[in-house]
C-alpha cells in the first residue's frame, strides 16, 4: 500500500491515476466481435451494445425462442456508458421514490414493485447464466451530511438511521443520519455484466456484430431498412438503443443532453482499512444532497467515487477531451478526503468519466416511429443499469402490439418536455447547477427550482 504525506494527500493522491475506466482496464476483455460485412434479413435489429440494446436481444430471444435477432454496436461492447457507471443496480425506474411521486403519484406503488421484480429478474438472470459479474444485492444506505438532509430522510418512517446508527453500517464523521433499504439495489461489475450478457444472447441465437455504425433508417416496403458501412439490415422491427448519442430520429435528439459523470477509483483497500470503514461490500452508499456522491466497494477492495459535478458543455457536444477534468477530479478526492479522513494516503489509480443521457423528467422515456416497427428508450440520466431491462420489456411490448401492465403506464406513454435550444439550454442548465448547489448549502429552494418544479423539468447529477 503506498502512502502520501499528510501535506500532499488528497490531490497529489491523483498523480499516477489512468485516465481510464477501471471496468474496461483488464486483460479479461473479450476481443472485438467482427463488423457486419454482408446483406441480411432478420426479425428484430437492435441498434447499440449497452444495457438497453443487450437487454432487448436476450430477452427478445428468451420469449420467443428461434427469432432472428441481430445486434449492431458501432464501437464496443460496454464502451460508453454502459462501461463506465458505478455498477450500482438501483431497483428504481422513476430516480428515486421523490421524483417518482412527485411525477407519477398515481402509479408510483405499482412502479415501485416493477422496479423491484425488475430487480429480482436481473439476479435471476445472472445466476441462469452463471455471469460472473460481482452481483451482491446488500441494498442502499443513503446518507445525510447537513443538518437540513436529515428531515429529507424521513426520521418518522421505518429504516431511518441515526449517526451512530448509520456510521455501524459505513463509518464517516461526516454523517448525521441514514436511511437503509436492503433489497433495492444491488452492486456489480457493469462491464462484466455487459460481457455476460452478450455472451447469454449469443448462446440463445443472437448475432452481434461491433464496429458497425448506423447510417440511414428508413421504411421500405414494409421493412425498416438500416444501412451500415458494411452491409444493409432489412428487419421486421427494429430497437433503437443508442442512449445519448444521436440517432436517426428526431424526438429523442431534443429530449436528451448529454450530461459527463466523473468518477474515481482508489488502489485496493487492505483488511484493516476495510475493517477500519466496516463497511459491507454489498451496501451501496450515496448521499442526499442534489449534487450527490454515490460509492462503493468493488470486487478487488477499492472504493470508487463518483457523481456530485454533473458537467454540461454548450453545444450538446461528446468529445474525447471533455473526460479530462481537472478541476472536478481535484473536487471529487477533496470530498473522499472530507468522507473518509481515516484513509488519508490512500491514492487513486483510475479517473474516468461517461456521458449521462439526461431527460428533463430524470427517468427514462419511450417512443416508436416508421410505423410502430420501431421502438426506443432514452433518458435513463444515470439509472439505467437496472431500469434498461425494463426499458427492453416495454419495447418489445410495444412492438409485439401487447396491452400489459408495462404499456399501460402513464410514464411510459408520456413524453417529457424537450430541451430548448442553444443558448437557452446551455443558461438554463448553468442557473439550474448554481440554484442546486445554493440548495445544498442553505437548504432553501429558491424562485427559479420552483418554476422549474412547476414546470416538470429538472437537473441533477
Not at 498523480?15 to 472485438?32: A, H, I, N, V, Y
Not at 445525510?144 to 438532509?149: I, L
Not at 443520519?177 to 456489480?188: E, P, Q
Not at 439505467?384 to 420489456?393: E, K, L, Y
Request: overall charge neutral; aromatic content about 8%; glycine content about 10%.
Amino acid at each position: 500500500m503506498s502512502t502520501l504525506s499528510t501535506g500532499q494527500w488528497p490531490l497529489a493522491a491523483l498523480e499516477g491515476s489512468k485516465l481510464r475506466p477501471l471496468w474496461l482496464d483488464t486483460s479479461d476483455r473479450p476481443e472485438p466481435r467482427l463488423p457486419l460485412t454482408e446483406d441480411i434479413e432478420v426479425d428484430l435489429l437492435v441498434v447499440g451494445g449497452g444495457f438497453t440494446g443487450l437487454w432487448t436481444a436476450l430477452r427478445a430471444v428468451e420469449r420467443e425462442p428461434g427469432r432472428s435477432v441481430v445486434l449492431i454496436e458501432g464501437d464496443r461492447i460496454a464502451e460508453h456508458a454502459t462501461g463506465r457507471n458505478g455498477g450500482m443496480c438501483e431497483a428504481s425506474l422513476t430516480h428515486g421514490e421523490p421524483n417518482g411521486r412527485k411525477r407519477w403519484p398515481d402509479e408510483y406503488d405499482r412502479l415501485h414493485a416493477l422496479g423491484l421484480r425488475n430487480l429480482d429478474e436481473i439476479e435471476e438472470t445472472v445466476g441462469r447464466y452463471s455471469i460472473g459479474c460481482g452481483f451482491l444485492r446488500g441494498g442502499s444506505l443513503s446518507v445525510a451530511t447537513r443538518s437540513h438532509e436529515v428531515l429529507q430522510l424521513a426520521p418518522r418512517r421505518e429504516g431511518f438511521l441515526g449517526a451512530a446508527a448509520t456510521r455501524a453500517i459505513v463509518d464517516s464523521p461526516t454523517y448525521l443520519a441514514g436511511r437503509r433499504n436492503a433489497r433495492d439495489c444491488a452492486v456489480v461489475d457493469p462491464a462484466r455484466l455487459a460481457w455476460g450478457l452478450a455472451d447469454a444472447a449469443e448462446s440463445q441465437g443472437v448475432r452481434i456484430y461491433e464496429h458497425t455504425r448506423l447510417g440511414a433508417l428508413r421504411l421500405e416496403g414494409g421493412r425498416v431498412v438500416a444501412k451500415t458501412p458494411g452491409g444493409t439490415v432489412r428487419a421486421a422491427n427494429v430497437v433503437l438503443a443508442t442512449n445519448v448519442f444521436p440517432g436517426p430520429l428526431s424526438r429523442p435528439r431534443w429530449s436528451v443532453v448529454p450530461v459527463y459523470d466523473y468518477v474515481l477509483a482508489t488502489e485496493p483497500l487492505t483488511e484493516d482499512q476495510l475493517q477500519m470503514l466496516n463497511w459491507d461490500p454489498a451496501v451501496a452508499v450515496s448521499d442526499s444532497g442534489n449534487q450527490f456522491h454515490y460509492y462503493r466497494i468493488t470486487p478487488d477492495r477499492r472504493i470508487l467515487w463518483g457523481g456530485y459535478d454533473a458537467i454540461y458543455h454548450f453545444g450538446r457536444t461528446i468529445r474525447g477531451e471533455h473526460q479530462d477534468r481537472r478541476i472536478t477530479f481535484e473536487k471529487l478526492a477533496e470530498h473522499f478526503a472530507e468522507t473518509f479522513p481515516q484513509l488519508e494516503g490512500i491514492q487513486f489509480t483510475h479517473r474516468w468519466a461517461g456521458v449521462i443521457d439526461t431527460s428533463t423528467r430524470f427517468a427514462a422515456f419511450f417512443g416508436r416511429a416508421h410505423g410502430g416497427r420501431t421502438a426506443y428508450a432514452t433518458g435513463f440520466t444515470g439509472l439505467g443499469v437496472g431500469s434498461s431491462r425494463f426499458a427492453a420489456d416495454v419495447m418489445l411490448d410495444q412492438l409485439a402490439g401487447l396491452d400489459t401492465d408495462r404499456t399501460r403506464l402513464r410514464m411510459v406513454r408520456e413524453k417529457p418536455l424537450p430541451f430548448p435550444p442553444e443558448p437557452i439550454a446551455w443558461l438554463g442548465i448553468q442557473i439550474t447547477r448554481w440554484a442546486l448547489n445554493r440548495e445544498d448549502r442553505t437548504g432553501k429552494r429558491n424562485l427559479w427550482l420552483r418554476l422549474l418544479d412547476r414546470l416538470g423539468l429538472g437537473f441533477d447529477s
